[in-house]
């Protein structure tokens, strides 16, 4: 059976202890709504959960870190909407689970720890809109994502807590980092070989270098760089872009793409926009097709695009 406590806000369900006899759930467990619940301590023995996991929408929970005996959910890991909740650890013994993690519009998120036995996420991977997410020490241990990574909107320096992945992979396996203010660099991604669509990195204006990315040899499909603080593409030099389009817009201290490898064939359209300091771009000489639109335009400092094709020849 499935246990779900959802209860109208107004509730004053704020003690669960009396759960504590639980140790199996064959389908979901679901926990929202419940706006006068601070903790869920009645919740420490349970060790299997067959379905999803689902925390949300709990105004005043402040720490996830009773599932102490977790060791297996069957679906997906959801946390959302939980405005108080500032932790999410314990989670020591959970070793397997068969569906995505979504940790998102968590406002007072500070860390994500303790996850350490998870190797392989078997879904997407989404943690975003927690704007004072320091901290995803506790995935460090993820080798591969079968899925869509996104980390958006959080108060990450780096991404450290990824330090051991390799792969993205799977129909949707794209790697999206957005409208991290604080970012600096991807410090963390080191092993990351493989994406199997896409990158896509957005609005991290103080996102200073790519060198982090030096393991990269295969990117499927898309390319885009919007809005970030690099010098240069340096840490691309071992994948070739152009599989899909190549998008490189607003990076206003971009001065060239030294050592990038292109793709004599683009596979969609390249665009090239309002790069300030962008002042060469020889490394685009070996392009003989783009099938797709060519648009260079509003750099400041370019002077020559020379060799560069015409869009579709």
């Known amino acids: 059976m499935g246990y779900e406590y959802y209860s109208d806000p107004t509730s004053n369900i704020h003690d669960i202890s009396k759960l504590s006899q639980l140790t199996y759930i064959d389908e979901n467990l679901i926990v929202g709504h419940l706006d006068s619940l601070k903790n869920l301590h009645g919740l420490s023995n349970i060790a ?3 379905g999803d996991l689902n ?12 599932f102490v005996n977790l060791k297996y959910i069957g679906g997906n890991f959801e946390v959302y909407l939980n405005d108080s909740l500032e932790n999410i650890s314990n989670f020591f013994n959970l070793d397997t689970f ?7 519009f968590n406002r007072n998120l500070k860390s ?7 190797e392989v996420s078997n879904g997407e991977l989404t943690i975003r809109d927690s704007p004072k997410l320091t901290s995803i020490d506790g995935l460090k241990n993820i080798k591969m994502i079968k899925g869509a990574l996104s980390i958006d909107k959080t108060a990450l320096n780096d991404l450290s807590g990824l330090s051991n992945l390799e792969t993205i ?29 896409s990158l896509y990195i957005d609005d991290c204006p103080l996102l200073n270098s ?29 994948v070739e872009l152009g599989n899909g389009f190549i998008w490189i817009e607003n990076n206003s201290k971009l001065e060239n793409f030294s050592l990038t490898k ?21 490394e685009l000489s070996n392009i003989d097709t783009i099938l797709g639109d060519l648009k260079i335009n509003w750099n400041a400092k370019l002077n020559d695009c020379n060799n560069i094709p015409k869009s579709g020849s």
């Open 112 to 118: 994500i720890e303790d996850l350490h036995k998870i």
């Open 210 to 238: 790519l060198s982090s990315l030096s393991s990269l040899n295969y990117l499927g499909e898309h390319f885009r760089i919007e809005n970030s603080g690099i010098l240069n593409f340096n840490g691309l030099d071992n």
């Open 98 to 104: 068969k569906g995505r993690i979504k940790i998102e």
């Open 48 to 50: 299997h959960v067959g």
């Open 55 to 66: 925390i949300r929408q709990n105004k005043n929970l402040r720490k996830l870190n009773d």
């Open 169 to 197: 992979n799977g129909q949707f396996g794209r790697l999206s980092i957005s409208d991290n203010k604080n970012l600096l660099n991807l410090k963390g991604l080191e092993k990351l070989t493989y994406i199997e669509t």
């Open 262 to 282: 292109f793709k004599t064939k683009i596979g969609n359209y390249l665009k090239i926009y309002n790069n300030d300091e962008l002042s060469n771009i020889e």
